[in-house]
């Protein structure tokens, strides 16, 4: 005889691994998945940044060899960011509606040479921007309108190249509607729209603006951080209202970003949307675990497995990880 009387024994579904894996709630899989890659100019080089062990920033040949491996690994898709010279930064940004450049170069080759491999681009214009914004500095603030008419150039641009889904990361208003229009008249029906729905101005991008120099300058005139565009961590119906807006322009993904601070955002947006949700688990959220990984803290497979499947079960359909490639090889070997 038991010395309890428990009829609920909720560790019944817990005894063995056969008995958790059918009563598992959440997967995890590489269909999920999605790599940021940093490319750069030169030839045959691949530069590790300091800030993000394992991640480098690749020539366009080192770019297209990668590619191969993640597709090889069953990951649908990269999410493209350049690595932009000094001198070829202005305060117009005019350098991202280069046809020629740099990042329509880079996608054009991963799609001639791996092309079910869907390329994911941006359009904000910090890394071709002197002042380090996302968007045009007039007057001491940001325009908004005149950051649209660059980034529906920069859209088709990208579009012409070859990209699959064209995510703006900037965070102005209006942006979806207008770059959807651009890509519609431009004939580019089929190209998808990925928005950052609901961008917080986050401490944790700080690996990422080291890797392709793209902070704000500290400058007279330029304003110091993003606050002004990218959304108050302490708001979060101010995220479905973002996400109302971008659902009436046409988005065929919105994203939440960072990701671990705003698991209860991505909740609630996956509660209010009929397209699937992306969360983009950051730089620093990704630095923090190599951090600690590398000083004994904590084990780094299961660090990063519990949190992209905590991010999964916040609602995410989709994770924009750079854990992307080494997941897919742990979840090749189980
Ligand atoms: C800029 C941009 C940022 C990231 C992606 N695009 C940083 C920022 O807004 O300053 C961050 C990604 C990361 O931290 O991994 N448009």
Avoid at 18 to 41: G, K, W, Y
Avoid at 108 to 125: G, H, N, S
Avoid at 289 to 301: T, V
Wanted: one cysteine or more; proline letters at 6%; glycine letters at 6%.
């Amino acid at each position: 005889m038991p010395l309890y009387d428990l009829p609920q024994r909720p560790r019944r579904l817990r005894q063995t691994g056969n008995m958790r894996r059918l009563s598992r709630e959440t997967r995890l899989s590489t269909d999920h998945l999605i790599q940021p890659l940093f490319v750069m100019a030169g030839e045959n080089e691949r530069q590790p940044i300091g800030s993000m062990p394992g991640q480098n920033r690749l020539t366009v040949d080192q770019l297209v060899q990668e590619a191969r491996a993640l597709d090889a690994l069953g990951i649908p898709g990269i999410a493209l960011f350049p690595k932009i010279p000094d001198d070829r930064k202005t305060t117009d940004a005019r350098h991202a509606v280069d046809a020629d450049g740099l990042y329509p170069r880079a996608i054009r080759a991963v799609k001639a040479e791996v092309p079910d491999l869907l390329v994911i681009t941006d359009t904000a214009l910090d890394p071709y921007n002197s002042d380090g914004h996302d968007g045009i500095v007039r007057d001491g603030d940001i325009d908004n309108d005149a950051t649209l008419d660059v980034m529906c150039q920069i859209a088709s641009v990208h579009a012409d190249a070859g990209a699959d889904i064209v995510a703006p990361s900037d965070m102005m208003d209006g942006r979806i509607g207008a770059i959807r229009t651009a890509l519609d008249e431009a004939g580019h029906t089929d190209t998808a729209l990925m928005s950052y729905t609901a961008k917080y101005a986050s401490a944790y991008y700080g690996p990422f603006r080291d890797a392709l120099d793209s902070a704000p300058r500290r400058r007279e005139g330029v304003p110091v951080d993003k606050a002004t565009y990218q959304m108050d961590p302490s708001n979060s119906d101010e995220a479905l209202r973002e996400l109302r807006l971008d659902l009436e322009e046409g988005a065929d993904f919105v994203m939440v970003k960072p990701a671990l601070p705003y698991l209860d955002v991505i909740r609630r947006i996956r509660d209010h949307s009929d397209v699937p949700v992306v969360a983009y688990n950051v730089s620093g959220e990704y630095a923090m675990i190599q951090a600690a990984a590398a000083n004994g803290w904590l084990d780094e497979r299961a660090g990063a497995m519990e949190a992209l499947t905590s991010i999964r079960r916040a609602g995410a359909d989709v994770i924009l990880t750079y854990f992307a490639r080494k997941v897919a090889q742990w979840l090749d070997e189980a």
